[in-house]
């Protein structure tokens, strides 16, 4: 019991003497005094060792210092508020500000803003999509069924729970989802990423980004896609560039072919980049197959179409020289902060 009156003494006093600055210093004397595992308690729990005649005398007196630290903790939050209030008023508002990071646009975010913008101009409207599709949208509908060995090219990783389902490997799954529900014309602009079963190097990821674009009417010919994609590069690389076609071969088009376009780089003289050629692959593209119209109830004896597919990752090599793909997955700042000056088209 002398111990117990000794101790309670001691606390009232270090209660007393207590100095609190801010809220931090409040919250830990709360914790030390009136905590579950605090000291009030503690002595609370001694209650038990003392005997039946000293109870009463014991209880006022732990009830005091239950009351003492009670107050005193009110006081130290209260000062801890005015405090705060205090030090706002300090504050030296002429001094400059803390500068604001608010970052730059990705690389691939601004060429494909570019692309599509350039399409929005010759009346195409952006069209998206989900990136797990099922079998028919990716494959069968585009003129790839079962066991077509074009398939081979575009393995892909399939979704455990049901193998119908996959990660898109081209966004032509967005463009069957709009032939589903809309008749023609059709001009859509479908950007958007997609997969690949690639092991990852400086020249394949398991993932890039595509646009592509589908032009479904009435007398539709080759000689609209030329003169779109040509207007297309033109917008993109500046009027001197020059167009290639290549003939080429696409389950989903036909005729089909790829497009090259002039080296940016040597100005068509020949470098690494175009493999001394002077040309440099950039796009394959095509009049749409019957056969994937039909697919979706469009009569190709009315209806042509003509439809291309880009990767975005190329035209920002070409455009910026980027030359290592994985550059624009590992977030490194050093790189994005390159293109902070990127002008966007409108
Ligand atoms: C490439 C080639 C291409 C298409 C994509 C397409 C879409 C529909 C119908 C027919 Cl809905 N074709 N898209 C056509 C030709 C080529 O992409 O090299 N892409 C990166």
């Known amino acids: ?29 709360r914790i030390k005094f009136l905590g579950t595992k605090g000291i009030v308690k503690n002595l609370m729990q001694e209650m038990k060792n003392v005997p039946s005649e000293k109870k009463k005398e014991a209880g006022l007196l732990l ?29 030296d508002y002429t001094l400059p500000g803390d500068e604001i990071n608010i970052g730059t646009r990705h ?10 913008s350039i399409f929005n101009r010759l009346g195409f409207t952006l069209a998206e999509g989900p990136e797990i599709e099922d079998d028919w949208h990716n494959f069968t509908s585009m003129n790839m069924p079962e066991n077509h060995p074009a398939r081979d090219m575009q393995d892909t990783f399939y979704v455990h729970q049901n193998p119908d389902w996959l990660l898109r490997t081209h ?63 033109q917008e993109m690389f500046g009027k001197d560039v020059r167009i290639r076609f290549r003939p080429s071969y696409f389950p989903f088009t036909e005729p089909s072919a790829e497009m090259d376009i002039s080296c940016l780089i040597c100005g068509g003289s020949g470098c690494n980049v175009c493999k001394h050629t002077g040309w440099v692959e950039i796009l394959g593209s095509g009049m749409v197959h019957p056969n994937v119209l039909k697919n979706f109830d469009i009569d190709p004896e009315v209806y042509t179409g003509f439809a291309f597919g880009m990767g975005i990752e190329r035209i920002c090599q070409l455009k910026y020289r980027v030359n290592d793909l ?12 390159q293109f902070a000056g990127v002008v966007p088209l409108v």
């Open 326 to 337: 994985r550059l624009y997955s590992q977030n490194d700042v050093r790189f994005l902060k």
């Open 107 to 116: 690389p691939l975010s601004l060429v494909r803003n570019r692309i599509v």
């Open 171 to 233: 966004t032509s799954s967005v463009q069957a989802r709009v032939m589903e529900k809309q008749k023609p014309p059709i001009r859509i602009i479908c950007p958007g990423r997609v997969y690949r079963n690639e092991t990852i190097s400086a020249r394949a990821h398991c993932f890039f980004h595509q646009v592509e674009g589908l032009y479904v009417d009435e007398n539709v010919s080759f000689a609209d896609l030329k003169q779109t994609l040509y207007f297309f590069v």
């Open 1 to 29: 019991m002398e111990e117990l009156l000794q101790q309670v003494d001691l606390y009232k006093k270090e209660i007393e003497n207590f100095i609190g600055e801010n809220g931090d210093t409040a919250e830990a004397f």
């Open 63 to 91: 009830n005091d210092l239950k009351q003492t630290a009670e107050l005193k903790y009110e006081t130290l939050k209260q000062q801890s508020t005015s405090n705060n209030q205090q030090s706002n008023m300090n504050v």
